[in-house]
């Protein structure tokens, strides 16, 4: 029963050990990119999906995943395929218990900056103007012609703007969605 009760206890330590070193790299990932988590509200996302620009043939990236909620979301309303790249391993892991219920998706525990962006039909990010730099190097680069580009709350200098979905028309200052197209 001593035995039994030991292993309980080690288990739960162990656990609790995990998770704890899974916050405390969550909060130094958070020091050193300068991006919070914060996550794409549920409305938003079904304007974004009514939108009609997202279908069944695309391979979305969501850069900068956070905890998988967005691609779930905007999987279920479109049927599309998609990855989602998030540095952070507790966010990370809470998405990896959400994309598993799914064939369509799937997260990675990864530098979007470290990726090949040349495969996906559209990129999403929605990150604090600190990451956005480097990230827009990279799409210019990589991204193939015709990819979509959106980016949630801050403008992308440079690229071609197509669209502007306003989840919150009701809402001067309300985050929108800005839509671009890869032109070469
Ligand atoms: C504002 S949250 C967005 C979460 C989700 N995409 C959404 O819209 O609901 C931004 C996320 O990007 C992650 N992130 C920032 N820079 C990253 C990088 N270089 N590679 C992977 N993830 C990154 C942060 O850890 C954070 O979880």
Request: aromatic share 10%; with cysteine; glycine share 6%.
């Amino acid at each position: 029963m001593l035995n039994f009760i030991l292993i309980i206890v080690y288990i739960v330590l162990g656990l609790v050990s995990l998770a704890a070193l899974g916050l405390l790299m969550s909060f130094l990932v958070l020091l050193i990119l300068r991006v919070p988590f914060v996550r794409t509200p549920k409305t938003a996302i079904a304007a974004l999906a009514q939108s009609g620009l997202i279908t069944e043939k695309d391979l979305v990236y969501d850069l900068g995943a956070g905890d998988g909620k967005f691609l779930q979301e905007l999987v279920r309303a479109t049927n599309c395929r998609a990855e989602g790249f998030e540095l952070s391993p507790f966010f990370w892991f809470l998405g990896e218990l959400r994309a598993a219920k799914s064939k369509k998706w799937k997260m990675h525990l990864q530098n979007f900056l470290q990726i090949d962006l040349s495969e996906p039909t559209v990129i999403f990010t929605f990150l604090a103007p600190a990451g956005l730099p480097t990230l827009m190097h990279k799409l210019k680069n990589e991204a193939k012609p015709g990819t979509l580009i959106i980016s949630y709350g801050f403008e992308l200098k440079e690229l071609h703007l197509v669209k502007i979905i306003d989840p919150q028309p009701e809402n001067p200052t309300g985050s929108k969605f800005y839509i671009y197209k890869k032109m070469v």
